[in-house]
């Protein structure tokens, strides 16, 4: 029994979890268009406890949400060249309800097959799909920075949304790795 060992907080971990989130909040407040997306950090900051709470979720975490937000990106490019193709700008038409339908259909379904094959994806479906769909949150209320000249291609909007999606996702992960360093945890013997 004398060489057994426990970890304890120095830090209760409520406090550090508060002492965070206004690490992350307050300073998003004065960001104006370069405002961190929150609710992205803080979604898979929680995805973070899923995969274990260790600094090594990295490798479960950050290639499944990127994967899953690219497919996503390229769905919506994909349906977005279908749009431009037939000419329908967007409008409620029910040519772009089965454009939207039909290119949302073999993305999604290919992201599933994907996950159904990929051993590192068959393990992290959460992060697959969580990639996903903040990327179609992100997209569908613009809430990304808006520093891109007027008139800029749709392509180049979907990659720029694409690339902050991803980057908010993983700032979630660092918070989940710093929410752990702020308990300041030490090994006592038990």
């Known amino acids: 029994m004398s060489g057994e060992t426990k970890t304890v ?3 209760p971990f409520p406090f550090a979890v508060g002492i965070l989130v206004c690490l ?3 300073p998003g407040l004065f960001l104006g268009k370069w405002n961190w997306t929150t609710w992205i950090i803080f979604i898979t900051w929680a995805e973070y406890f899923v995969f274990g709470a260790t600094p090594a979720a990295w490798k479960r975490m950050i ?3 990127a994967f899953g937000s690219a497919t996503a990106a390229l769905w919506v490019a994909n349906w977005t060249l279908f749009e431009s193709l037939f000419g329908t700008n967007f409008e409620s038409t029910f040519a772009t309800w ?3 339908g039909g290119t949302n259909f073999i993305w999604v379904t290919g992201l599933c097959y994907a996950i159904a094959k990929v051993k590192l994806f068959q393990d ?3 992060a697959c799909f969580n990639g996903l769909t903040l990327f179609l949150a992100v997209w569908f209320t613009g809430s990304f920075p808006d520093v891109l000249a007027p008139g800029t291609s749709a392509y180049v909007l979907i990659f720029f949304a694409f690339v902050w999606n991803t980057v908010m996702c993983w700032l979630g992960y660092v ?3 710093v929410n752990m360093w702020l308990t300041f945890p030490k090994t006592v013997k038990a």
């Open 9 to 11: 907080e120095r830090i």
């Open 24 to 26: 992350i909040l307050i």
């Open 63 to 65: 290639p499944s949400l």
């Open 98 to 100: 089965l454009i939207l």
């Open 124 to 126: 992290n479906a959460l």
């Open 175 to 177: 918070a989940g790795v």
